[in-house]
């Protein structure tokens, strides 16, 4: 880990050991990300991350853990579904806003979601960092929402875009 974000951890409360964190159980399989991140929030303008992945892959777990141990908001896209007109949708307006308090507030923030990048395109924003989970061990999805979440897939292609993409097996 070079010296420079070894301030950044120290800041915000971060033990090591043999330049490892020491903190929490999903310290080892969450390191890389952590360690991925840490240039991208340490001593600059306030960034957006966005952590994206089939349903049940783990990105809430992710979102949440790096929201306590990074120090920041976390927002949960499936928090914001409701049903409308015999369907799901998003309050996208309102993942806006929350997103646009936070920067103006000088605040880096998480957003998660299955079809995060869905959710960015619909508020016009785009995403400063983007995770990618992956999980062998995600349920397999009914029929319908697998053709949903591949047309998601070839639209977006979150994964080949990712900044980092993490394997998780669990």
Known sequence: MPKSWRGFYAAAGLLFVS???SRNGRDREYAPVVDA???VLYNLPPRIIAIDGRPGCGKTTLGRFLAWWLNVSL????????EGEGRYRYREEEIGRIIDFRIRAERSVIVEGVT???RFAATNRDA??????ENASSPRLRPEYEVQFKEYETEFKPRPRADFTLALDH
Do not use: H, K, S
């Open 19 to 21: 330049g490892e964190m």
């Open 37 to 39: 991140l840490a240039p």
């Open 75 to 82: 927002i949960e896209t499936d928090l914001f579904l409701f």
């Open 116 to 118: 995060v990048l869905r």
């Open 128 to 133: 400063d960092f983007l995770v990618y989970v």
